[in-house]
T-cell receptor, first 115, second 112 residues
Framework: NAGVTQTPKFQVLKTGQSMTLQCAQD?????MYWYRQDPGMGLRLIYY???????DKGEVPNGYNVSRLNKREFSLRLESAAPSQTSVYFC??????????????FGPGTRLTVL | TQLLEQSPQFLSIQEGENLTVYCNSS?????LQWYRQEPGEGPVLLVT?????EVKKLKRLTFQFGDARKDSSLHITAAQPGDTGLYLC????????????FGTGTLLAVQP
């Protein structure tokens, strides 16, 4: 039981390049999330998917797109990377979206540097 | 934008000392969670508090939700080196779903 897995673990891009961050969970969770973590700013929600087939914007969606490929997989795409997108990206999942009773399980993160 | 401010930002203490971390906001939260994050890993949930005034204990960790549900505290008794990490509070203000607001974090280092 791997929980939430993310690939790649590290990535360096040049400004303007594109890439997709992959996330998969094996807990049969309905909801999945993408966050970015920057020093002194905590975790900020980029996009989330409450259930298979739905996606919604979070606090900082500009410059990103997402795809809920199936119940297990939720990918994050940077179409034209910018230095401001240098960050650590975390994927998370939860059984449902009711935060009062469900914990979010996080992956190990992807450390992205945009030069 | 709703903010959750944590204090202190950094804390370096000796093994055996007690400490308290605070999480404050001007907003009311329907629930509040505390996570611990170790270097190179994602956050892991420690506790969820839901009722104003609620106190939960997890071994040497005591969590309290403020009466007005705008603030919370985490108290660690007799800190151990294994307690080292980044502590994050996260509040759900929507009462519905999907809107966890994370605090800025408190980085704790416990020296042996």
């Amino acid at each position: 039981n791997a929980g939430v897995t993310q690939t790649p673990k590290f990535q360096v891009l040049k400004t303007g390049q594109s890439m997709t961050l992959q996330c998969a969970q094996d807990m049969n969770h309905n909801s999945m999330y993408w966050y970015r973590q920057d020093p002194g700013m905590g975790l900020r929600l980029i996009y989330y998917s409450a259930s298979e087939g739905t996606t919604d914007k979070g606090e900082v969606p500009n410059g990103y797109n997402v795809s809920r490929l199936n119940k297990r997989e939720f990918s994050l795409r940077l179409e034209s990377a910018a230095p401001s997108q240098t960050s650590v990206y975390f994927c998370a999942s939860s059984r449902d979206s009711d935060l009062s009773y469900n914990e979010q399980f996080f992956g190990p993160g992807t450390r992205l540097t945009v030069l | 934008t709703q903010l959750l401010e944590q204090s202190p930002q950094f804390l370096s203490i000796q093994e055996g000392e007690n400490l308290t971390v605070y999480c404050n906001s001007s907003s009311v939260f329907s629930s509040l969670q505390w996570y611990r994050q170790e270097p190179g890993e994602g956050p892991v949930l420690l506790v969820t508090v839901v009722t104003g005034g609620e106190v939960k204990k997890l071994k040497r960790l005591t969590f309290q939700f403020g009466d007005a549900r705008k603030d919370s505290s985490l108290h660690i008794t007799a800190a151990q080196p294994g307690d080292t990490g980044l502590y994050l509070c996260a509040g759900d203000s929507s009462g519905a779903t999907n809107k966890l607001i994370f605090g800025t974090g408190t980085l704790l280092a416990v020296q042996p």
